[in-house]
């Protein structure tokens, strides 16, 4: 157990439909990482928050979104889906900081199908 | 553009033997190394780290090592067992501004080790 906790684990919608994915990080991680694996895809990085801010941003559409709130949670907003979203979408969480060299602690992920 | 390749997307290995899986990375600025390990319907965890100042990581039975003239890094697993048999992404990270950094990743290598 990561101590990452992701909800829901599973989620099958319709096209253009918009849903939101929640992740609690680790205890005492204030870094979160959003990231979404494909079909015979590596892990590609979305974005990242370190304490409530944005801290780095990769490959996220603008159709996506997420936010960091207060209590460290956060949540990924997928809107307007399209049949190429369907992936699993991780979270990881790490202490953050200038120290971190990239050790994160990964959730179980939330695989999301769209039909 | 792929900033780090694992261009074996599967490898089979008898139980007892030596496992050794590659990867190799394009990216000068990248300065920290990682191997984690995945096993199906689970989040990727941590197995093993290497800096760039270092050409040679042990843990156990796992051992990385660093090329940084070739741009390549190897994990080896001796002697491999089967629990070992899971899906193995390289990755690597750079500091970016203000301690920030990313983790990329390989699109991993399928590990089956055969009893």
């Known amino acids: 157990d990561s101590g990452v906790t992701q909800t829901p684990k599973h989620l099958i919608t319709a096209t253009g439909q918009r849903v939101t994915l929640r992740c609690s990080p680790r205890?005492?991680?204030?870094?979160v990482y959003w990231y979404q694996q494909s079909l015979d895809q590596g892990l590609q990085f979305l974005i990242q928050y370190y304490n409530g801010e944005e801290r780095a941003k990769g490959n996220i559409l603008e159709r996506f979104s997420a936010q960091q709130f207060p209590d460290l949670h956060s949540e990924l907003n997928l809107s307007s889906l399209e049949l190429g979203d369907s992936a699993l979408y991780f979270c990881?969480?790490?202490?953050?900081?200038?120290?971190?060299?990239?050790?994160?602690?990964f959730g179980e992920g939330s695989r999301l199908t769209v039909l | 553009d792929q900033q780090v390749k694992q261009n074996s997307p599967s490898l089979s290995v008898q139980e007892g033997r030596i496992s050794i899986l590659n990867c190799d990375y394009t990216?000068?600025?990248?300065?920290?190394f990682l191997w984690y390990k995945k096993y199906p319907a689970e989040g990727p965890t941590f197995l093993i780290s290497?800096?760039?100042?270092?050409d040679k990581n042990e843990d156990g039975r796992f051992t990385v090592f660093l090329n940084k003239s070739a741009k390549h890094l190897s994990l080896h697993i001796v002697p491999s067992q089967p629990g070992d048999s899971a899906v193995y992404f390289c990755a690597a990270s750079f500091r970016g501004g203000a301690g920030s950094y990313q983790l990329t990743f390989g699109k991993g290598t399928k590990l089956s080790v055969i009893p």
């Open positions: 990216n000068s600025m990248f300065d920290y």
């Open positions: 990881a969480s790490s202490v953050g900081g200038a120290g971190n060299t990239g050790e994160l602690f």
């Open positions: 290497i800096s760039s100042i270092k």
């Open positions: 205890s005492g991680d204030l870094s």
